[in-house]
Structure formats: structure tokens, C-alpha cells
């Protein structure tokens, strides 16, 4: 399946990206919102790509080559955006992009682990180099911890029978395979009637986030960015599930800061630095040509927060 980017004309007009600007993709992938950066940027116009997944850095490195030294790419997690930046030689950003989540490509090869379309290894890592598997983490929980994360990190009703169920499985057999673990989550969970999603699908997020430490690495890439942007630079994030949204809209505000009233009278201001402004009260979403066009873009939620020049 060809890389789409997600919602990319929103991504343009919302970090006002102009020319001689100086950008981030902190999830690179394919390539596809980097070249429309790019491309908008102009001929003086500069990009660092990061990504954790090495198979995203190639692809993007072939669809991106035509930009020459005004591209540079890195494998790097968000957290490592500081050290990467340095590197490039980029101490002030004028706009900075996170597109969360496991991507088309990811998803579409068996041999990542990701879905379970297709049989692959219970792999799951971003990263296929480092860190433990989905298989690892799988065999090694004990059923009270493995239902503690599929019920918070997938928001899984049926979070024990699932967990108690691998937890028998397992006992027969190593769980080695993606669709190994889908059908005993599908037994689990009651099978697939009158469910629009297919019932494995929260348990596979709860260990793909767990595997790739996607709630910690989000936090550091939030604040590496903000600490990373100049005044009146913009940070998007496109997130696509609820827990992701609401940790960033939770960051955002957090470093909006709130006006608390004195008892002397006027008002102080509460929150952290960098001080942000939150230009999207409610998340931007895709519109309808692009859902039809792109279902996977269906689940797809936007913020921007733009830095402010001076502190309150």
C-alpha cells in the first residue's frame, strides 16, 4: 500500500510553514509530510527526519534524496530529539510535527508483528534492533500485571479474561505468533459478532505501547520540541486513539499554564516552561474526502500549541 500522509494540507496551514523555515518530523516514515515540508519550505528551506524504525529511514531516504544536504535524517527515539537536533546543527526550530502510532507500512508487513491480518512473529518493537518483543513481554507478565496493561494502555473491557486466557495458553505453549494471540484474545473477549473492531485490536496496542515505551517517549518528545522551538514556532501532533489525544492535550495545557486569582488582588499564572499557546481547543480531525480516500486516517486527531515569545 502506498504511504499517505495524514492529514498534510492541515499539517501546512497549521505550522504556517514558510519559506527558509526550519522543520522537524519526529516520525519521518515514509517520507510524505517531510516532502510536503520540504517542498513549502523552498530552496532555503531545512528538515531533520527522525525515526526509531531503520526500514522507515530507507524509504524515506530514497523519496527524500532529491532535497540533498537541505534533508537530514536520523535514527533516533523522540527523546533523543535534543542530541539529534545538536548534531544537525539545529538550535531553534520553526515548526515541529508528531505523527504518533504504528504506521501503514508497520502495520501492512506480517513480519513486524504489528497486526494479524497475516501470521508473523509476535515481534511489535519500532526499534526491530532493541528492547524486548511483544512474544517476551507476553511470556514473562504474570496475569495480574498483563491485565493491569491491556486494561490501561488498551482500555480493554474484558482486560482479565484476556490476560487469563494467555495465561493458560501459554502454560501449553509458547505465544510466538500474531495470529496465535489474536485467536485466544478472540475467545476470550466472545468472538467477532456485532463488534466493528476486530476484538484483538486493544490488546495488540496495550503491548505495542508497552514495547516501544510510547507513553514515556511521547512526554520527552513533547517537551524536547517545545524546548526546541523559537517564538512563535508551532509543534503539531496527530495522535489516533484516545489515550495518545489525551496526553497531549493534557502537556499542552499543562504548559499553557492557568491564571490563578491572588488574595491581594490580580493573578499569578501557573504552569511550566516553555509557556505555550494552544490554537486548537478541540482536536482538528481529517474531513470527509480523506476518510473515503484514506480510511486509516479516519481515527486520526490533531493539536497544535504555538510558543509564546515571553513568559507571563
Not at 513549502?40 to 524504525?53: T, V
Not at 517517549?217 to 513533547?222: F, M, S, T, Y
Not at 523559537?230 to 496527530?238: D, K, M, T, W
Not at 486520526?300 to 507571563?312: G, L, N, Y
Amino acid at each position: 500500500m502506498d504511504h499517505v500522509p495524514v492529514m498534510r494540507d492541515e499539517v501546512l496551514a497549521w505550522l504556517a510553514v514558510k519559506a527558509g523555515g526550519t522543520y522537524v518530523d519526529a516520525t519521518v516514515g515514509a517520507g510524505g509530510h517531510a516532502a510536503a515540508l520540504l517542498e513549502r519550505a523552498g530552496p532555503d528551506g531545512r528538515l531533520l527526519g527522525l525515526d526509531r524504525d531503520p526500514v522507515a529511514l530507507a524509504t524515506a531516504g530514497r523519496r527524500l534524496a532529491g532535497f540533498g544536504a537541505r534533508c537530514v535524517l536520523r535514527q533516533a527515539r523522540f527523546s533523543e530529539l535534543p542530541a539529534a537536533a545538536a548534531a544537525a546543527g539545529i538550535d531553534a526550530a520553526d515548526g515541529v510535527l508528531m505523527d504518533l502510532g504504528v504506521s501503514s507500512m508497520q502495520l501492512d508487513d506480517p513480519a513486524r508483528g504489528f497486526g494479524f491480518r497475516a501470521e508473523g512473529p509476535l515481534d511489535m518493537r519500532m526499534d526491530p534492533g532493541s528492547g524486548e518483543t511483544a512474544a517476551d513481554l507476553v511470556a514473562g507478565m504474570e496475569a495480574r500485571e498483563l491485565a493491569r496493561l491491556i486494561r490501561e494502555k488498551g482500555e480493554e473491557p474484558a482486560a482479565r479474561r484476556i490476560a487469563a486466557a494467555i495465561a493458560t495458553e501459554r502454560a501449553r505453549a509458547p505465544i510466538a505468533t500474531t495470529t496465535r494471540l489474536a485467536g485466544i484474545v478472540e475467545r476470550a473477549a466472545g468472538g467477532r459478532r456485532g463488534r466493528r473492531l476486530h476484538p484483538a485490536t486493544r490488546t495488540f496496542q496495550a503491548l505495542r505501547m508497552a514495547v516501544n515505551r510510547e507513553e514515556e517517549e511521547l512526554e520527552a518528545g513533547i517537551e524536547a520540541a517545545l524546548a526546541l522551538l523559537r517564538p512563535g514556532g508551532r509543534l503539531a501532533v496527530i495522535a489516533f486513539h484516545s489515550i495518545e489525544d489525551r496526553q497531549v492535550k493534557h502537556r499542552f495545557r499543562a504548559h499553557a499554564g492557568r491564571a490563578v486569582a491572588l488574595q491581594g488582588g490580580g493573578v499569578r499564572m501557573e504552569g511550566v516552561a516553555p509557556r505555550v499557546r494552544v490554537l486548537t481547543p478541540r482536536p482538528l480531525r481529517p474531513g470527509p474526502a480523506e476518510v473515503k480516500a484514506n480510511p486509516r486516517a479516519r481515527s486520526a486527531k490533531m493539536r497544535v500549541a504555538e510558543r509564546m515569545a515571553e513568559p507571563w
